[in-house]
C-alpha cells in the first residue's frame, strides 16, 4: 500500500529501506539483491545519505548512493522507486553545513553517485545553527524549480527550528519540509513524543522513523551484556541492557507470541500502528532479514497490543 508522503504528492511504501548499510556491513552485489527482493515485494522507498559509509574504515563518504546508483542504472528502474538522501553532514574538508553554496555543490555530487537526473526526497541530515533556515530553503526552492529535488525534508530538527521552517514557509513562500526523519522506536520515545509529533500531525508531515529497532536492541538479540559482542553495533545498545530495557524485551516476546511473530516484527508494526508514523526506515543485511521486515508490514497490532507495548516502553519521566 503506498502512502502520501506529507503533502509532497510523493506516494511511498509504508516501509523504507534504510541503506546506511550499503558499503559497510553489505558490500554492493548483496546490497544489489536487498534492493531487489525489497521492491519484489512491493515496497519503493529507500533513504540514505550523502554521508554513508563514511565511518567505515576506507571510506571517505557517497558509498551508500554510488551502490544504488549502480542497482539503478543496472535495472533501469528510476521511475518505479522514491529515492531519499540528505545533506549536511560533515564530508571532510569543512564541506558540511546547509548554506546555500555548499547545497549546490552537494547535490550535484549525490545526483552523479546515484547516477540520476532528480532526487525524490532531499533532506536537511542534521540542522545547522549558523545558517538561517530561510537561506537553506531557499536554496532547495532553486533546485525545485531546476528539476533536480520534487520535494524536501528535515532530520534532527528542534521542534523550534522546524517550526522557524514552517513559518518561513508561510510568510515567504519558500518550500515545505514536507518530512522528518526522527529517532524514533520503543526505546526512544519521548524526543519525538514530547513535540515534534504534535507538530508533525497539525502540519501534516511525514514521518520516517530511523533506528526503528534501536540499533537491533529489538531483535532480541542483545539480551545481556554477554551478547554485545554478537555484531560490530552492539556496543551502541549497552545503555538499553536496564530494567526498562527488560520490561520492553518482556512485553516484545509476550506480543510477538501472540502473534506468532518475533520481536523485530512487533517493534516495527508497534510503529506503523502510530497514526503519525508513514514509513519506519529499517535495514537488513541478508535476505533472511529482509523477509521479517516485509512480514512486519503486513502485521497489524490490536488495540491491546500496543497498549500493552506503550506501557512497558514509557519513558521514565512519565512512568
Known sequence: MAVELGRSGLKVSRLCFGGNVFGWTVDTAASHRLLDGFVDAGFN?????????????GNKGGESETIIGSWLKSRDNRGKVVIATKVGSDMGGGEKGLSKAYIARAVERSLQRLQTDYIDLYQSHWDDPATPVEETLSAYADLIKAGKVRAVGASNFSPARLTAALTAHRRDGLPRYESLQPEYNLCERAGFEAELAAICTEHRIGVMTYFSLAGGFLTGKYRSKADLGKSARGGDVEKYLDARGQRILAALDEVAAQ??????????????????????????????????LVAAASLELSPDAVARLDDASAPIAAA
Open 45 to 57: 522507498f529507500i533513504d540514505t545519505a550523502d554521508v554513508y559509509s563514511k565511518w567505515h574504515e
Open 259 to 292: 502473534y506468532r511473530a518475533n520481536p523485530a516484527r512487533v517493534a516495527i508494526a508497534w510503529l506503523l500502528a502510530k497514526p503519525v508514523v508513514t514509513a519506519p526506515i529499517a535495514s537488513a543485511t541478508s535476505p533472511a532479514q529482509l523477509v521479517e
